[in-house]
């Protein structure tokens, strides 16, 4: 495994065996995951920060679904804001930070560090 986390009894990870070694591969990490990806010499790693403001956040998780579990998005937002504080940011030393408030397209980067 080159990253895992338990939460709430849920598990997640990756091992090496879900990337491939001929294509850029992309996931979605908490904090602690991108620690232990840092740590391992056998990947390339390029982290990139995407940020939105409380407001953004809440209203694209309200709107995914046509009837939202509201109690969920609250515990998600609330673990989110102590997973994501400034501290663990700073920790991951991401390469860089994207801030999408408006919807725009951010697959539209130029520039991605590698």
């Excluded at 939202?68 to 989110?80: Q, W």
Aim: proline fraction near 3%; charge should be negative.
């Amino acid at each position: 495994m080159l990253e895992a986390t338990v939460f709430n009894t849920w598990c997640y990870g990756t091992s090496i065996n879900n990337l491939d070694k001929d294509h850029i591969n992309i996931g979605v990490f908490n904090p602690e995951g991108i620690g232990l990806l840092r740590d391992n010499t056998n990947i390339n790693l390029a982290v990139i920060y995407i940020e939105a403001n409380d407001k953004t956040r809440l209203l694209r998780q309200l709107n995914r679904e046509k009837n939202p579990d509201c109690h969920e998005i609250i515990r998600r937002f609330s673990a989110d804001e102590h997973d994501f504080r400034d501290e663990e940011i700073e920790y991951i030393e991401p390469d860089m930070f994207i801030t999408n408030n408006d919807g725009a397209d951010i697959k539209r980067i130029s520039k991605v560090v590698a």
